[in-house]
């Protein structure tokens, strides 16, 4: 003889295995993942302050506060060595809360940024910190100094005038070799 199934016992495992296994996966994700990156981000010499990160499917991302004599490449290397594991192959971004950019500063990026995108379009990354020099010769550019780093994924920009700093990361992108059709 078959006995009727209760529906509220069911529906109510059902929700706490659910329940469960989600804290389960929370707790993981938050101790076992973000908190070591969190606490190794914390600990680099460059970086005044920073937010848990937000890790997603394809990029990490890192809301922080640079010291205000900080290397952007530094702190992206460093921020990838200490986090190797927890970043793998995603993306990498920083969110810079103190990247203070002004007026001025934009006004003088927007005159070089086609002399970038050339540079960076014809691999002629020797082109940047040229752009950057002839940006800082101009009457409006007096004063302002740019700081310009490279490595084998990205080329940083960092633009300073006084208190105000503008932050660019340029991803490189490989050279693509071509193979013919008929090889």
């Known amino acids: 003889m078959m006995r009727k199934i209760r529906i509220v016992p069911v529906l109510f495992t059902a929700a706490a295995a659910a329940l469960v296994l989600f804290g389960g996966w ?94 960076m379009e014809k691999k002629n990354y020797s082109g940047i910190p040229t752009a950057m020099d002839k940006m800082a010769q101009t009457d409006e550019g007096k004063g302002v100094k740019s700081v310009t780093e490279i490595d084998e994924k990205n080329v940083y920009i960092t633009i300073i005038d006084g208190d105000h700093r503008k932050y660019v990361v340029l991803p490189r992108t490989p050279i693509m070799l071509e193979v013919p059709t008929y090889a």
Do not use: M
């Open 26 to 119: 929370l707790l993981y994700t938050k101790v076992a993942v973000e908190g070591p990156l969190d606490k190794a981000v914390n600990e680099i010499a460059d970086i005044a302050s920073a937010d848990a990160p937000v890790i997603e499917r394809d990029q990490v991302t890192i809301k922080l506060t640079l010291a205000p004599d900080a290397s952007l490449k530094d702190v992206y290397d460093s921020i990838n060595k200490e986090g190797k594991d927890v970043i793998g192959g995603r993306e990498l971004k920083l969110d810079i809360s103190n990247a203070d950019s002004s007026d001025k500063l934009e006004r003088l990026w927007s005159t070089v940024l086609f002399d970038v995108a050339e540079a």
